[in-house]
């Protein structure tokens, strides 16, 4: 055996275990049977380890703090899982084990309180879209949202100017990808994705960032075939920093102007 075998417990089993030894109603070396009230069917295992420990010369308190060690690095695994969840939309192998991703898109719009962030690198569709998140912006007023998103040049376009197809692609999410009448959010551009040689590049994240709190990482693009009809899969994260520091990112091109404002 080696210490990992504890990893093989779980980490309730190994607290109680640790308060028994902790209070005195384990005494070292304990026995299969005994142990059998805290660890089921995993007692041999758990008497091997605990014996072993003992064998080393630690003592009842000192094998209790370990225990206790490996309980908390397990209460952080488990609660790593429990911040992520898988999100998958495409055919399913049996009963659905997943949420789509037009559902997780929409519940994190719908419950947005300050912010929300979107970014794609392609959008169509839009009115049906993003009806939940129009709905929410009229809802709560103060509510900011801030779209970043890919301008390519279209095939007939490659000798405009930038600021024609940056009037085009303004024109075509204010009247096509956006839910008429309703409050429009912020647009920003990587400037790079207007070149026409060997610098030009792609604004191909697609993501979700509400209130710094909860942040959706796929491969789905803002249409309505990648939400609801096409194979994708993506990662809900209910984790504050790791939402702060994706927001963080966007904010940092922002600032240092790699990333612009268009007014749409």
């Known amino acids: 055996m080696s210490p990992r075998a504890l990893l093989q417990l779980e980490r309730q089993v190994l607290v109680d275990i640790a308060a028994a030894l902790k209070n005195g109603t384990l005494r070292l070396p304990v026995t299969e049977t005994e142990l059998r009230a805290y660890s089921g069917g995993n007692a041999a295992l758990a008497v091997a380890e605990v014996n072993r420990l003992a064998g080393l010369g630690m003592t009842e308190t000192a094998i209790a703090e370990a225990l206790d060690l490996v309980g908390d690095a397990l209460r952080g695994v488990e609660r790593a899982h429990d911040e992520v969840e898988?999100?998958?939309?495409?055919?399913?192998?049996?009963?659905?084990?997943?949420r789509e991703t037009s559902v997780v898109v929409n519940d994190l719009f719908r419950h947005a309180e300050r912010?929300?962030?979107?970014?794609?690198y392609a959008i169509h569709d839009g009115p049906s879209v993003f009806a939940v998140l129009a709905d929410r912006m009229a809802e709560v007023p103060d509510l900011r949202v801030r779209f970043f998103l890919h301008v390519g040049?279209?095939?007939?376009?490659?000798d405009k100017a930038e600021a024609q197809v940056l009037h085009r692609f303004a024109k075509e999410f204010r009247d096509q990808h956006w839910p008429s009448g309703s409050r429009l959010p912020e647009v920003?551009?990587?400037p790079r994705t207007l070149g026409t040689g060997s610098t030009r590049a792609s604004l191909h994240a697609k993501c979700v960032v509400v209130d710094d709190a909860r942040a959706f990482v796929t491969s789905a693009n803002f249409t309505e075939a990648a939400q609801q009809r096409n194979i994708e899969a993506g990662v809900l994260v209910d984790n504050k920093q790791f939402a702060r520091s994706l927001r963080e990112q966007f904010e940092m091109l922002i600032g240092r102007r790699l990333l612009l404002s268009l007014k749409v």
Request: overall charge negative; cysteine-free.
């Open 86 to 98: 898988f999100v998958w939309s495409g055919p399913e192998r049996g009963v659905s084990q997943t």
């Open 188 to 190: 920003f551009y990587d």
């Open 115 to 120: 912010e929300v962030l979107v970014a794609s």
């Open 153 to 158: 040049r279209q095939q007939h376009e490659q």
